[in-house]
């Protein structure tokens, strides 16, 4: 997802964990993410790891890629 608030952009990240990782840290995960996130393209974002099937998905099934609320 992204937002603008004020004059900078932001960036959400909502990603779903495995079903055979449910036992698995979260918050370590998506601080992992985060970090891998800004080595990789240099931007920071927030990440939520949430539970398998949590994303909003389309007809067909597939997982909205990007979903930009910033004002036009």
């Known amino acids: 997802m992204v937002t603008r608030e004020n004059l900078l952009d932001e960036v959400r990240v909502r990603c779903?964990?495995?079903p055979d990782q449910l036992h698995a840290n979260r918050d370590a995960i998506a601080h992992?993410?985060?970090h891998r996130?800004?080595?990789l393209i240099g931007v920071s974002t927030t990440v939520d790891v949430g539970l398998p099937d949590s994303i909003e998905r389309t007809l067909v099934g597939k997982a909205r890629r990007v979903v930009d609320?910033?004002?036009k």
């Open 69 to 71: 609320l910033r004002p």
């Open 32 to 34: 992992e993410l985060q």
């Open 37 to 39: 996130i800004k080595s």
């Open 16 to 18: 779903e964990i495995r």
